[in-house]
C-alpha cells in the first residue's frame, strides 16, 4: 500500500493498482504504451521516501515506475557502472526511504531518484571473493561493513541491515566503528538485530555488539559463563536493556546488559530453528524446521507449540504485527495462520465460519496489512481484503484482473 491510499499488486503480466473501486493494470495490452518496458513476473514492490515504486522481477530485473507519468524506467546503466552483473537478488527499503539493492555479483547498492533528477545509485559494498560460494554466489560468512556514510550488515540468511552514519562520524575515517570492535574477529559475526536506533550483533564465542550509527560508539558485553556462538538475537521493544539470545538445543538466555545478569529459559524444542523474530509485546517466536511454531512469553514463562502444514515452498516466512489484535502469519508452504493473543489460539484462516467457500484450495503467497486494519492477500484464487474485526472477506478473483 503507497504512501497515497493505493494498493498494488505484482503479477505474472504485469503492476496493477487499486483504488479501491477500480484495477487498473499497466502492460501496454490496451494500446496506451506507459513505457517502452514494462515489467512481467513481478516478485518485490518497494516506495521510496518520494513515492517512487521499485519493481523487483523473477528474472532478476529492477525497475523504477513513476505513478505520476506512468512511466517505467529499467535499472541497467545505473547498476553497470558499479557491478558487473545486472542481475538483481533483492531491493529493500531503508529506514530513511531509499532502497538497498543486491546484485548478482553480491554489490550492494543504494539507490534513490526524485521527480527533478534521474535515478542515483551508489556502491555501499563490494563483497570480495573470498566470502562468496564460487557454485552459487551465496555468502559463506555473514559481513559486516561501513563505508563514509553507512554501517551494513549483510547476513547468510539474506538479511540486509542499512544504518546512515551521523554527521560528525560520517567525517572520521571510514573504518571507525569496525577498528572500535576489532578488525580482527569480522568473520566470527553470527546474528544481528535491526533495532530502531541501533544495530545489535552476535558472535561464535557468546559476545554482543551494540553499535550506535549516530556516535559510532560501541558497547560490548560479554554473556556471564557462555562461550557458545550465538544463533539469534532479540531486543526487547519496550527498553534497550533486556536482551535475549538463542544459543541452540533449548538454550534461551534472557540477559540485563544494564546490571549484567543472566537468566536462562528452558524450551521445548524438536528442532533446528529456521526463522525467529520477537512481536511487538516481547514474545519470543521460533519455527521449528519449519514443522511447529514456538510461541514463548519470557515473562510469564508461558511457552506453546503450534504445528504447521507441509508441503513444497511457495512464501516466505511473512509476519504481520497487529498489535493487541494478534499476528497474521503466512507459513512457506502457503498457508494462512491468525494468532489471537487474548485466547493465545492460532486459527487457519480457510477455517474460519465466515471465509468463501472456493472450490479450490487457496494457496496464498503474500500479505500486507494496511492502517485502516484491512489485511490483504495474494493467493491462487485472486486477492482477498479482509475486515479483521468482523472477520469479512472480499475476494477480487483472478477474473477481475483479467477483465482489467
Known sequence: KDSDGFMWFGTLYGLCSFDGVNVKVYNNHDGFFYSENPPRKIQ?????????????????????????????????????????????????????????????????????????????????????????????????????????????????????????????????????????????????????????????????????????PQTGIVDKYKLPGI??????????????????VYTGQGGMYEYNVKSDQLQRHSLNLNGTISYAFIDKYDKIWLSESENALLYYDPKNKIEKHFPISQGACVADMQIQDAGEQGLFILTPAGEMLIFERESLSMTRLTQTASFPAIPQTSLFFNQEFDEEEMLWLSSSSGIYCVNFLPKQFRLFGLQTFKRA
Not at 541491515?161 to 571510514?174: E, H, I, N, P, V
Not at 562461550?227 to 535475549?244: C, G
Request: aromatic content about 8%; some cysteine.
Open 227 to 244: 562461550d557458545k556462538a550465538i544463533q539469534n538475537l532479540f531486543v526487547s521493544s519496550s527498553n534497550n536493556e533486556t536482551v535475549y
Open 44 to 212: 518485490t514492490i518497494a516506495e521510496d521516501k518520494n513515492g517512487f515504486l521499485w519493481i523487483k522481477t523473477a528474472d532478476g530485473k529492477a525497475y523504477v515506475f513513476d505513478r505520476k507519468k506512468e512511466r517505467f524506467h529499467l535499472l541497467c546503466d545505473e547498476v553497470e557502472k558499479h557491478a558487473e552483473s545486472t542481475k538483481v537478488i533483492k531491493i529493500q527499503k531503508t529506514p530513511d526511504g531509499e532502497i538497498v539493492i543486491l546484485t548478482g555479483d553480491r554489490k550492494l547498492l543504494l539507490a534513490c531518484t526524485t521527480d527533478e533528477k534521474p535515478t542515483e545509485v551508489q556502491l555501499l559494498h563490494n563483497l570480495t571473493p573470498s566470502s562468496m560460494n564460487e557454485k552459487d554466489v551465496f555468502l559463506t560468512h555473514n559481513v559486516l561493513d561501513e563505508t563514509n556514510e553507512f554501517i551494513n550488515w549483510m547476513g547468510t540468511d539474506c538479511r540486509r541491515y542499512s544504518y546512515r552514519k551521523g554527521k560528525d562520524l560520517a567525517k572520521k575515517q571510514t573504518n571507525a566503528i569496525l577498528v572500535e570492535i576489532g578488525m580482527d574477529i569480522l568473520e566470527s559475526f553470527t546474528c544481528a538485530f535491526n533495532g530502531e536506533n541501533h544495530l545489535w550483533v552476535g558472535d561464535n564465542a557468546g559476545k554482543i555488539y551494540c553499535i550506535d
